[in-house]
C-alpha cells in the first residue's frame, strides 16, 4: 500500500517562511510517503522521539526547533498534516483547538 501524505502544500510554506526547517521537512516527507506505519510504535521505530498527543503525532523537526502535527490514519496509510509549528507556537498549545 502507498502512503499518502496530505498536504505537501504545508510543508512548502512553512519551509517558503522557515528556510532552515526546508530539508528536515523534505526528508521527513520522503520517508513517511515510503513507509506504512500501522501504530504509534512503527512511528517510533522511525522516529523515536514521535509522540502521541491526542488525536494527533508529533513530529520534532529541525532539531527541535519545529513541530510537526500530523493526523495518521493507520487503516488506510494516510497522513494527514495538520498542523507546523514552531517550538514556541507548539508550547502555547493553542493549536490543539484549531
Known sequence: ?????????????????????????????????????????????????????????IFNIGGDKYRLATRINFQTGKVYIRHMLTHEEYSREDWKKR
Open 1 to 57: 500500500m502507498v502512503v499518502r501524505v496530505i498536504s505537501r502544500k504545508a510543508l512548502r510554506e512553512f519551509a517558503d517562511a522557515h528556510k532552515d526547517a526546508e530539508t528536515p521537512l523534505d526528508d521527513w516527507y520522503r520517508i513517511a510517503k515510503r513507509l506504512r506505519w500501522t501504530s504509534i510504535v512503527d512511528v517510533r521505530r522511525t522516529y523515536p522521539h514521535a509522540d502521541a498527543v491526542g488525536e494527533f503525532t
